[in-house]
């Protein structure tokens, strides 16, 4: 079976689904290919009708009084699916410490889902519902530096996810055995779709427990490490455990019929546990596909640093959707092939010799797990540097060539439609563009640095300064431009704040080259390399310059995001 995107309708993408000879699928890959290219300029189109704001998204993605007062230490969740009527019913045990003195606290838990019953010690602290949001009422104010705990009931039909992870929700399939296959995917979302939380990026639990009541024929599997196992009945209860800090939406349950399998990798930090689960009948195809893992590792740890969860280990889980960077437990479904569903983005053919989910989703542990940003407004952060970790990988197994071509070649697929960076406290992204223009602002800093073992150092300290942190934009840009001794803030603020492409303007006259930056913002000063025969570095302003140089052959470094006219 194979899910077709054919039209955008109203708020959601149709659904076609076409059963499909063996002898067809070379080409319907490549029409499931152009499908999701065409799914992304829906989603678009469909973002921009939900350009009004309303007191929700407010509520959604903003510090409001009622969850500044206190930060969250634990989840302790436990949820019991039921497969035939797609429902889930659960208790989430929510440790907090109070920040200051505090009566009334915000829990989020998105519609059809509801809170039955909230308990904090002998006492039942009363709640009224706003939409997705609850108000918990204590009964007397709880004081600046306690740490207490609730106990959340909740139970419902959670929204079910139409095209995950993109549309997302609780995921009820069956595997092609025709056994149950249910997992979670909410990043944007967010994770009160399916469990009561504080649902907001800036804070992240120090820890947390799942979990899975489910049928004793079904395994289930969830973040860090498996801490206990019962059988009651006809029912088998997993409980598994993270000890480091986790984004809200990365908690998730995969519950199926899985096979598993055990490795490790030694690392910068000693041995790494390795844990791979997939359904049965695909255990062949994934040993052999999984053995990019270790050379995946490796890259990333020489250029980002230690692998940023030991304690927890590694883990890919086969999933019912293309995959997600659930925090040491990340998700799969790729198909065990190389590529993006056997495509490469970039064009260049330097992108079918890997497999993209392997190597994005888990560069994900170092951009978006461990430095993860307050607001999703911010997220290029996350998705620019995975998405330039592709590169680097390239750069690992191929050459710096072959990584410089890939970068390049991705930038075909971005829009300019909008900015990176998108308004802050409604819980709103930027532009798609976050992942291959994100990727190709980094791959231009890299090149004004000029300096590949600095630039390495530079990622490296990135993860040690900002580790297990939530940061913002404006922290990271500050970074670099200290780490790199250069004034960056202008470049950032064309490629994240505009939607133009800064255009290197030049006119040759006999041996006098003139030349300057336009279509840019105040101030853009971003310096440049042209080769004319050898390399010169040229220092362009919003104003005109001129040197002397036979500028005859002059060809600009493609490396730099820019466009270029000769006058």
Same mark, same amino acid.
């Given at each position: ?70 930060? =969250? ?169 993270? =000890? ?226 939530? =940061? ?34 030049? =006119? ?60």
């Amino acid at each position: 079976m194979i899910k077709f995107l054919h039209s955008c309708n109203g708020n959601a993408a149709m659904i076609s689904i076409f059963q499909i000879p063996n002898a067809y699928m070379t080409k319907i890959t490549s029409l499931l290919f152009t499908a999701l290219i065409f799914y992304t300029s829906c989603q678009s189109q469909i973002t921009a009708k939900k350009d009004t704001l309303t007191l929700q998204d407010t509520l959604r993605g903003s510090i409001t009084a009622e969850r500044a007062w206190w930060d =969250v230490i634990k989840y302790d969740i436990t949820v019991e699916p039921d497969f035939a009527t797609k429902t889930l019913k659960g208790t989430n045990v929510i440790t907090f410490r109070s920040n200051g003195d505090g009566q009334r606290m915000q829990l989020d838990m998105q519609k059809p889902m509801e809170i039955t019953r909230i308990s904090f010690g002998k006492t039942n602290p009363t709640f009224t519902r706003n939409g997705n949001v609850y108000y918990v009422d204590f009964k007397k104010k709880l004081i600046k530096g306690e740490v207490n705990n609730i106990t959340v009931e909740f139970r419902g039909k959670p929204r079910e996810a139409v095209t995950p992870p993109w549309d997302g929700g609780w995921i009820w399939q069956r595997d092609s055995f025709g056994n149950p296959w249910m997992s979670v995917a909410c990043q944007g979302l967010g994770a009160s779709v399916w469990y009561p939380c504080k649902d907001h990026q800036s804070d992240e639990p120090d820890s947390a427990l799942l979990t899975m009541i489910v049928p004793s024929d079904l395994t289930a599997i969830g973040n860090g490490r498996l801490r206990k196992l019962e059988r009651s009945g006809q029912k088998s209860i997993y409980t598994w455990a993270v =000890v480091n800090p986790i984004n809200s939406y990365n908690i998730v349950p995969y519950i199926g019929r899985y096979v598993n399998w055990t490795g490790e990798y030694n690392g910068e930090k000693g041995k790494l546990d390795l844990s791979y689960w997939v359904l049965e009948g695909n255990l062949t195809k994934a040993k052999k596909q999984f053995t990019q893992v270790i050379p995946m590792l490796k890259c990333f740890e020489h250029w980002f640093g230690p692998y940023p969860f030991y304690e927890d280990g590694y883990k890919l889980v086969e999933s019912p959707h293309l995959g997600m960077e659930h925090q040491s437990a990340i998700a799969y479904g790729n198909g065990f092939e190389n590529g993006y569903l056997g495509k490469d983005l970039s064009g260049t053919g330097w992108g079918k010799k890997w497999d993209f989910i392997i190597v994005h989703e888990s560069a994900h542990e170092w951009f978006a797990n461990n430095i993860t940003t307050k607001d999703i407004a911010d997220m290029w952060v996350h998705e620019g540097f995975t998405n330039y970790s592709e590169v680097l990988f390239i750069t690992c197994e191929y050459g710096v060539q072959a990584g410089n071509e890939y970068a390049i070649g991705l930038r075909k697929s971005i829009h300019n439609d909008k900015p990176l960076i998108a308004p802050y406290g409604v819980n709103k992204e930027g532009s798609v563009d976050m992942y291959a223009k994100g990727a190709n602002l980094v791959h231009t800093i890299r090149q004004i640095i000029n300096d590949d073992e600095k630039f390495r150092t530079i990622l490296r300290n990135m993860n040690k300064e900002f580790y297990h942190q939530q =940061v913002t934009s404006e922290q990271i840009e500050l970074y670099l431009s200290q780490q790199s001794g250069k004034d960056l803030s202008k470049i950032f603020d064309q490629y994240l704040r505009t939607t133009m492409i800064p255009r290197f303007e030049f =006119v040759i006259a006999g041996t006098k080259l003139r030349y300057r930056w336009s279509n840019c913002v105040e101030g853009f000063d971003m310096p440049l390399k042209i080769d004319t025969g050898s390399t010169i570095w040229l220092s362009p302003t919003t104003e005109w310059k001129e040197t002397k140089i036979d500028a005859s052959t002059l060809v600009v470094d493609r490396n730099f995001y820019i466009s270029s006219s000769k006058m």
